[in-house]
């Protein structure tokens, strides 16, 4: 069974539970996927790969982080809560994030393959790194090691 038919089974599964943060959640999923559907002019009852529907994953757990940045400079504990609860059911459908010692490991492992060493090349090897971390590893790790490296 494919993760976008998942998700809508899921929504049913909310709707019984009364699980009303999950329902919203996995709602706006839906919604997204229908709109990226369209946007790609396929007709909205068609589904999206996994890889798809992982990318828009991605994506709402990006908006979640930075409204809950937003919100805590803000001082909006009650916004900020309702946020990382959101937060923590999208990343339920994430693959596990590779932690920071082996991005460190990664890196060090591709420019000794690449002889990456050149600092004016970083931005290269930044996107031949993320282009083989993409969905395994926070980005932000990534440009982190990656600019130690090249410090």
């Not at 937060?87 to 420019?111: C, G, H, R, W």
Request: avoid cysteine; glycine fraction near 4%.
């Amino acid at each position: 069974m494919s993760l976008h038919t998942d998700i809508k089974n899921q929504i049913k599964d909310a709707m019984l539970a009364k699980d009303a943060v999950r329902l919203s959640v996995l709602r706006g999923l839906s919604a997204s996927f229908t709109n990226d559907l369209i946007s790609k002019k396929k007709k909205s009852d068609e589904l999206l790969s996994d890889e798809e529907v992982l990318d828009i994953i991605r994506r709402q757990v990006k908006q979640r982080k930075d409204s809950i940045d937003q919100f805590q400079k803000g001082g909006r504990t009650d916004l900020v809560e309702s946020e990382s609860a959101e937060l923590k059911i999208l990343e339920t459908y994430l693959p596990a994030q590779m932690s920071k010692d082996e991005v460190v490991n990664f890196v060090k492992a591709k420019q000794t393959e690449m002889g990456a060493t050149d600092p004016a090349k970083k931005n290269q090897f930044m996107g031949a790194v993320m282009k083989d971390l993409k969905g395994k590893a926070d980005g932000t790790i990534v440009k982190e090691v990656i600019d130690s490296l090249f410090a």
